[in-house]
């Protein structure tokens, strides 16, 4: 069965640093999509990047990239110079094509401060 | 304003009542999903519509039904509420016809069961 798992409850990091939010998923299908969110303290969820199966490059999105490892079933995100607006929850979460359904399996979240 | 909204924003309700979440968003959207929020958890799916005729349950559908009232509305009711109900709803939309993998949420429903 599909399954992500955010084995980081919590995280800490100092201003204007950069900070890794670990993410491993397990799927049987070939292909698939990755996606992180954030969700601040007001409870919206933000989109923030996606990583399809079958990207040779590692995305980008500003000063998100997603560290995807494919044979590893790994899907990091690295945060660039982090900010104090930084902080918040962050989803991984996975969509697997072949099944037509374009729901999200998500995984359990890690809250991420950053210290000034 | 925003392309998915959601009504009403905060609710607290009593055990046993009927309470209705709605969800209309101005994307254009075919696709709809309804997910719950617990605390320490991450997002799980109630259900899901791909158009109007065509609803489908989640993983954790029992004690809920939904209605899609039309391709931009798409409503989670509660039939008789019970206090494990309590949690943060958000309503999703994606659009699979252009094959665009993100999904937009609604900024979210913190509804408590006393």
């Known amino acids: 069965a599909q399954k992500i798992t955010q084995t980081q409850p919590g995280m800490f990091v100092q201003e204007k640093e950069a900070v890794t939010l670990d993410c491993t998923y397990d799927t049987s299908d070939q292909s698939y999509g990755l996606f992180w969110y954030k969700q601040p303290s007001s409870g919206e969820m933000i989109f923030l990047i996606y990583?399809?199966?079958?990207?040779?490059q590692n995305a980008t999105e500003g000063r998100y990239s997603l560290n995807f490892q494919k044979a590893r079933k790994s899907a990091n995100l690295v945060i660039s110079a982090s900010q104090l607006g930084d902080s918040a929850m962050y989803f991984c979460?996975?969509?697997?094509?072949?099944?037509?359904?374009?729901?999200?399996?998500f995984g359990q979240g890690t809250t991420l401060q950053v210290k000034p | 304003d925003a392309d998915v909204t959601q009504t009403p924003r905060n609710r607290i309700t009593k055990t046993g009542k009927r309470i209705m979440l709605e969800c209309s968003q101005t994307k254009g959207h075919d696709r709809m999903y309804w997910y719950r929020q617990d605390p320490g958890l991450g997002l799980r799916l109630i259900y899901y519509s791909f158009d109007v005729k065509d609803i489908n349950k989640g993983e954790i559908s029992d004690g809920y039904s939904v209605s899609r009232q039309a391709q931009a509305k798409f409503s989670l009711s509660l039939e008789s509420a019970i206090p494990n109900q309590t949690a943060l709803y958000f309503c999703?939309?994606?659009?699979?016809?252009?094959?665009?993998?993100?999904?937009?949420f609604g900024p979210g429903t913190r509804l408590t069961v006393t």
């Open positions: 999703a939309t994606s659009d699979w016809r252009t094959g665009g993998n993100e999904q937009y």
């Open positions: 990583q399809g199966s079958y990207d040779e």
């Open positions: 979460a996975m969509r697997e094509i072949s099944s037509n359904t374009g729901k999200l399996i």
